[in-house]
């Protein structure tokens, strides 16, 4: 009988497990990094939120922020746009947070210092920054 139920445990896990084709590409960076990601055409607005990030880049390194883009017709560009529901002809910027949920999403791009003042007033980053502050 014990055996059977450890069997059926086993089993009960292994089914409940999701097929590595499930994961969602954002999946690597939970509880690691907040991320900004850029979905649509390659156009003037990606291109201007690239710039902002690459100017930025030591602020964003400092709230652990990695840019993301998916502004081509690419398997991964695809996924990436599959997993936020992205148009592929509208560009829109997605701000994710560690916990793997969306924070703030907008058809315009956002400046470093609203991002920042949104990532700032996060629990986790304030969390963060108490933890900096008394080391």
């Known amino acids: ?19 590595p084709s499930d994961a969602s590409p954002l999946d690597r960076y939970k509880w690691k990094n907040r ?22 880049k030591a602020g964003m390194s400092e709230r652990a922020i990695v840019l993301l883009e998916a ?30 949920h969306t924070v703030f999403a907008s058809d315009t791009p956002i400046s470093a210092d609203a991002l920042f003042k949104r990532v700032d007033a996060m629990p986790m980053r304030q969390d963060e920054m108490r933890r900096n502050r008394s080391r």
Do not use: C, N, W
Request: charged share 25%.
């Open 71 to 100: 502004v081509d017709d690419s398997a991964a560009s695809r996924e990436l746009r599959a997993a936020l529901g992205s148009d592929v002809s509208r560009f829109k910027v997605t701000l994710i947070g560690k916990d793997g």
């Open 35 to 56: 991320l900004l990601v850029v979905t649509g055409p390659d156009g003037a607005a990606a291109q201007q939120q690239r710039r902002v990030y690459d100017a930025a």
């Open 1 to 19: 009988m014990r055996r059977h139920l450890l069997t059926t445990a086993i089993l009960a896990g292994l089914i409940a497990m999701p097929h």
